[in-house]
């Protein structure tokens, strides 16, 4: 059974008119010749079919993380192990599943150094 992860943030439900549903696959390579990236925020990217249209990954600019769409995954049983940006969910929709629920400032905590840490390695990088 694999982890999936729900986002609520506003890129989010801007992105999909309701939460992004995704599995962690860090390190993972996608590519394609319809793989379209795009800069969807001052930190990250996210990637879709040029053909289709379909919603493939979101990921920081820098580091290993990556998360992929779970609707990708069509014969792996999932289960809905945490929601993120909870706090920023819109109230006409809700999942049962018990998952673990973590806020903005929670999620801005977590991220937040890691994100810094990594300019500023880029930045001296630069600076060579």
Not at 20 to 41: E, H, I
Not at 69 to 84: K, N, Y
Not at 105 to 116: F, G, H, I, T, V
Request: proline share 5%.
């Amino acid at each position: 059974m694999c982890d999936v992860g729900v986002c609520h943030c506003a890129s989010c439900l801007r992105w999909n008119s309701g939460p992004w549903m995704s599995l962690q696959a860090p390190g993972a390579t996608v590519s394609g010749d319809a793989l379209v990236v795009y800069r969807s925020s001052a930190f990250a990217e996210r990637g879709f079919c040029g053909r289709c249209g379909t919603h493939i990954f979101h990921r920081p600019q820098d580091g290993p993380e990556i998360a992929v769409s779970a609707g990708l995954f069509q014969h792996v049983e999932l289960h809905i192990a945490r929601e993120i940006f909870f706090d920023a969910k819109p109230p006409f929709y809700r999942f049962v599943a018990d998952s673990e629920k973590r806020s903005s400032a929670s999620m801005a905590r977590e991220w937040l150094p890691r994100l810094l840490i990594r300019r500023m390695r880029r930045w001296l990088r630069r600076l060579r």
